[in-house]
C-alpha cells in the first residue's frame, strides 16, 4: 500500500519557503475572503498577534518588580536590588566583568600587615568566574558562577575554601570577621571567617524575604542590616567572642520601607534611602533613627564615603550631605558633580567609585592603597578613570 500524501497546492513547490496559502501543506484561499467573514479573520488574526508580542515581547524583570502574594488580593511592590558589578572595601575596589574579575588598591587576598598593592587593575585569577564579591580586612567570600561560595583569609596560604551547604546565594555582605549570605528563599545564613577555621553557616533568625543585606565592623562588633521585598530592615550584632549567631536582632516601625541601604559613618551607623527619597541614619539597634533634610524622589541607590550620596535615575550623582565633625568631607564634596549615566555606585569609608553605562570606572577620595586604580597613590578631590583595559 502506497503513503498517504497530504495535498499539494498548485504552485506550491518542495524545498523552497512556501507563501502563505502554501502553509502546512494544507491549500489555502488565494483570494480574501468577502464580507462578515474576512471581518472575523482580520479580529482573529490581530488577536493573535497582541497575545504572541504579549508573550514574546516581555522585557527582562526589574529592580522594582509587581509580584502576586499569596492570600492578598492585590499584588504588592518588590524592591529588588540588582546584582553588584563594582565593588568597594577597606582600601580596595573591584569590578566584576565578564572577561575577568578586576582589582585595584589593596590586593583582596592580603591583609594591612602584609599588604600587596596593585596602583591600576589587574586581573585576580583565583576570582574568575565570580558573580557576588564581598571582602573586608583581608578576607573575603565570592558567589561563584556555578553556584558555590567560596572564602579566603589573608592570613592562610590555603587555597579557596567552599561554604558548605550554601549556593545559589542573592546578596553577600562582609564584616571584620564574618559574612552574611542571603538565599534565593530570602533567609540569611551567617559564619565566621578566621584563618584555619573551616566556615560554618548558621541561620540568622527572624529574617525572611531578605533581598539585601549592608555589614560592617567596629571595636563594638560585627554588625549587619537586612532589607526584605516590603522594604522592611532589621539588624543585628555579633561581639568578639566568637560565633556566627547573632546576641540580638533588632527592628523599627519607626524607619519608613527602604529602597537602598548602606553603612554610614564611624562604622557602626547605616543609613537607608526609603521610597519616597528621603535618607534616614541609624544605629544597628535601629533606636531613633534621624532624617536628613531634603528628599530624592527618583533616587535609586545610596553610598557613603565621606559623603552621603545617591544615584539618580538620571545617572548623575547628588550629594546629600558630609557628616564628618571635623570637615575633611568637605575636599571631596563635589567629587561627583561631573559623572553621567551612572549605572551603579560603591564606596568605603575613605574612597567611592561610579560605574557608567559604557562601562567606564572613575573613583575619588583616598588612595594611600592605589584603590582609585589611576596608576598613582595621591588622593583625588575630583573623580578620575580608572585605567581598566578594554
Known amino acids: ?82 546584582p553588584r558589578r563594582l565593588v568597594a572595601g577597606d582600601g580596595a575596589t573591584c569590578l566584576l566583568r565578564d572577561d575577568a574579575t578586576w582589582c585595584w588598591g589593596v590586593d583582596p587576598r592580603t591583609e594591612r600587615a602584609n599588604v600587596v598593592v596593585h596602583a591600576a587593575p589587574v586581573a585576580i585569577e583565583p576570582l574568575r568566574g565570580v558573580v557576588l564579591l564581598a571582602m573586608a580586612h583581608g578576607t573575603g567570600c565570592g558567589a561563584f558562577d556555578d553556584g558555590a561560595v567560596r572564602c579566603w583569609h589573608a592570613r592562610g596560604e590555603a587555597p579557596m575554601v567552599a561554604v558548605p551547604g550554601v549556593r545559589d546565594v542573592r546578596c553577600l555582605a562582609a564584616s571584620a570577621a564574618r559574612m552574611s549570605a542571603c538565599t534565593r528563599e530570602g533567609e540569611v545564613v551567617a559564619w565566621e571567617l578566621r584563618a584555619g577555621l573551616s566556615p560554618s553557616p548558621e541561620r540568622v533568625p527572624e529574617l525572611h524575604g531578605v533581598v539585601e543585606l549592608v555589614a560592617q565592623g567596629s571595636w563594638g562588633g560585627d554588625t549587619a542590616c537586612a532589607r526584605d521585598g516590603d522594604g522592611d530592615v532589621r539588624c543585628w550584632k555579633w561581639d568578639h567572642a566568637g560565633g556566627s549567631t547573632p546576641y540580638w536582632t533588632g527592628h523599627s516601625s519607626e524607619l519608613p520601607r527602604a529602597r537602598s541601604l548602606s553603612p554610614s559613618i564611624y562604622g557602626y551607623e547605616y543609613a537607608a534611602l526609603d521610597r519616597d527619597g528621603a535618607i534616614h541614619v541609624f544605629e544597628a539597634s535601629l533606636l531613633a533613627p534621624r532624617t536628613l533634610p531634603g528628599a530624592f524622589p527618583g533616587a535609586r541607590a545610596l553610598v557613603h564615603d565621606r559623603c552621603h550620596r545617591v544615584v539618580e535615575a538620571s545617572g548623575a550623582i547628588e550629594v546629600v550631605g558630609c557628616p564628618y565633625d571635623d570637615g575633611s568631607g568637605e575636599e571631596t564634596r563635589h567629587a561627583t558633580d561631573s559623572l553621567r549615566e551612572v549605572v551603579e555606585a560603591a564606596a568605603s569609608d575613605d574612597h567611592g567609585c561610579a560605574l557608567t553605562r559604557s562601562g567606564e570606572v572613575w573613583c575619588w577620595g583616598d588612595n594611600a592603597y592605589g584603590q582609585l586604580g589611576d596608576g598613582t597613590r595621591r588622593p583625588r578631590a575630583a573623580a578620575v578613570r580608572v585605567a581598566l583595559p578594554r
Open 1 to 82: 500500500m502506497g503513503r498517504s500524501r497530504l495535498p499539494r497546492t498548485p504552485g506550491c513547490s518542495v524545498g523552497t519557503t512556501p507563501p502563505p496559502r502554501c502553509l502546512s501543506g494544507v491549500s489555502t484561499p488565494s483570494r480574501p475572503l468577502a464580507g462578515p467573514l474576512a471581518l472575523l479573520a482580520a479580529l482573529a488574526a490581530l488577536a493573535l498577534l497582541v497575545s504572541a508580542c504579549a508573550c514574546a515581547c516581555r522585557g527582562p524583570s526589574r529592580a522594582s518588580d509587581i509580584v502576586p502574594v499569596e492570600g492578598e488580593e492585590a499584588p504588592r511592590r518588590v524592591d529588588r536590588t540588582p
